[in-house]
């Protein structure tokens, strides 16, 4: 089945729903926030596979790499905004669900890393660099066997082509 991964954004609105929505009690994510009907859809599905997996099949993960949760760690008061707490934080850390995986950055990107430009055109004809962040999102998803998403809101990351059909 299908692996999701997420950037930084959507990771911390999925920490908000799982523990200000108490997802963890009623078991689906809803569509607000960075979260849109059609990845909330996949996420749920995602989750009830778990639940309902037998050990027969691959039911897919939800995910994000380790830095993703440096970076909220490093900006925690403005991301997370008093919608989650550290120790809530650290409890996701320290004990994902079983339907979510926190990927290593670690040398097995660098082939996926090179598979990504250095540069985005923008719809407005403007050329950025990619950011590294953005990089590193990008890279995780690709380092995943097929079929996979990435969850991201970042415009420029939107702009590659190799992610284009990809990102819920």
């Given amino acids: 089945m299908t692996d999701i991964v997420f950037d930084t954004n959507v990771l911390a609105e999925l920490l908000v729903q799982y523990y200000g929505d108490n997802v963890r009690e009623k078991g689906c994510f809803e569509s607000k926030g960075f979260l849109n009907k059609d990845l909330v859809r996949e996420m749920n599905r995602t989750v009830r596979r778990h639940a309902e997996n037998d050990g ?30 550290t120790e809530q934080f650290a409890a996701f850390i320290e004990q994902p669900p079983e339907w979510f995986f ?12 090179n598979r990504l430009p250095r540069e985005i055109s923008l719809p407005n004809g403007n050329i950025k660099p990619l ?16 079929p996979w998403l990435l969850a991201a809101t970042d415009p420029s990351i939107k702009q590659v082509a190799v992610l284009k059909d990809r990102i819920i």
């Fill in 131 to 146: 950011e590294w962040a953005d990089a590193i999102h990008a890279a995780t998803a690709l380092s995943r066997d097929d």
């Fill in 102 to 113: 926190i990927a290593d950055v670690d040398a097995s990107l660098f082939p996926h890393l």
């Fill in 56 to 85: 027969s099949s691959y039911p897919g993960l939800l995910m994000a790499s380790s830095f993703a949760f440096v970076e909220i760690a490093r900006k925690f008061d403005e991301i997370a905004g008093g919608r989650f707490t």
